[in-house]
């Protein structure tokens, strides 16, 4: 069973930054597309990022260009969302997904497995 462990949310200002985490179990992560989705409270949920299995690919939504930045460590089991110059608009609960194939996907459907999702909370 593949889980997934989300961290570093929380409450900050706006324009401030943060930077989530999600550390992945099992031997197999770099064959894993990874990407993060985040859903506000009476919306849909959203895709942020996501980034290929070996890192070389990336892709973000359009409200994020230029502001957030997927990465991921192989070694480490874990992917990151920095996310720079926050608005309010950005406050979610933020989830970190694989995917079995190591492509980018901005689909949830697309998506096997789910943490359990961070809170983002950006005050004006």
């Known amino acids: 069973q593949v889980q997934l462990v989300e961290s570093g949310g929380g409450l900050v200002q706006a324009g401030a930054s943060l930077r989530l985490s999600c550390t992945v179990s099992?031997?197999?992560?770099?064959?894993?597309?990874m990407g993060w989705f985040r859903q506000a409270p009476g919306k849909e949920r959203e895709f942020v990022a996501a980034i290929s299995g070996s890192g070389g690919n990336t892709g973000y939504g359009n409200s994020m260009k230029g502001r957030f930045t997927i990465s991921r460590d192989n070694a480490k089991n874990t992917v990151f969302l920095q996310m720079n110059s926050l608005e309010p608009e950005d406050t979610a609960v933020y989830y970190c997904?694989?995917?079995?194939?190591?492509?980018?996907?901005?689909?949830?459907?697309?998506?096997?497995?789910w943490g359990q999702g961070t809170q983002v909370t950006v005050s004006s």
């Open positions: 099992g031997r197999t992560f770099n064959t894993y597309g």
């Open positions: 997904a694989a995917s079995t194939s190591a492509g980018i996907w901005t689909q949830d459907w697309r998506y096997a497995y």
